[in-house]
């Protein structure tokens, strides 16, 4: 399960205050300690729920390391849309804006999947070429809609590139004070919901984040927004 997709929900993959450490559910009682390198995971651990955080939290130690590779699944990033979704000469939907970003949340479910253009409709967001990963209306980010390949950690983490746009679209988020919905990508034009999220911190120092980064971001990277569920 972890190697075909680590994102999954029911693993609970959750960033550690360590950069490079993570812990995954095992079931009720048992959690794994992981470290990222690149793409792939490092299992350092397998104990206990408390034992395995306060393992984590005093920085780790002697363990027997196993290494999870972790197959190319699904990517998350700012790439040129795919077809079926926002094309240049669409114009922007017409229905009303919510008033803030909590709006248009309405029937959503964990797990739920939907169009680009359903999205769109949804969110009413401003038409955009540039940077549609964080959509925006009137000068605030109302989602998030990622892929995977790029962002191996999302929706804890997203990679920001070194492009103008995908900056601008980062600061605007960093100034956000209400959490967004975020959506993954998981096929052609079908976008799943993985619940509200905010941002813990954003890093910019190149020596801190290059660790975290998969090998195809190496090069390619401004910043890293680190985020947290909320209920």
Request: glycine share 8%; net charge negative.
């Amino acid at each position: 399960m972890f190697h075909g997709n680590p994102n999954l929900p029911s693993l609970h993959l959750e960033h550690l205050a360590t950069v490079d450490l993570y812990s995954a559910r095992i079931d009720d009682g048992y959690r794994a300690i992981l470290e990222r390198r690149g793409a792939n995971y490092i299992l350092l651990l397998a104990d206990k729920h408390d034992d395995a955080y306060r393992w984590a939290e005093r920085g780790g130690g002697a363990s027997q390391s196993v290494e999870l590779p972790v197959e190319a699944y699904i990517a998350i990033g700012s790439e040129p849309l795919g077809a079926g979704e926002l094309q240049p000469d669409e114009k922007p939907p017409t229905s009303a804006a919510p008033a803030d970003t909590d709006a248009g949340l309405g029937d959503l479910r964990i797990g739920s999947i939907h169009t680009w253009n359903e999205l769109r409709v949804r969110f009413t967001w401003d038409q955009d070429k540039h940077g549609y990963y964080l959509p925006e209306r009137n000068g605030r980010v109302v989602c998030a809609c990622l892929r995977a390949d790029l962002n191996p950690s999302a929706p804890w983490e997203i990679l920001v590139g070194k492009e103008p746009p995908h900056i601008r679209k980062a600061e605007l988020f960093v100034r956000e004070p209400s959490p967004i919905p975020i959506f993954i990508k998981q096929a052609e034009n079908q976008w799943e919901y993985w619940g509200r999220f905010r941002l813990e911190r954003c890093e910019t120092d190149p020596d801190k984040i290059r660790p975290v980064l998969p090998t195809n971001r190496l090069e390619n990277t401004s910043m890293v927004l680190y985020l947290a569920e909320v209920g």
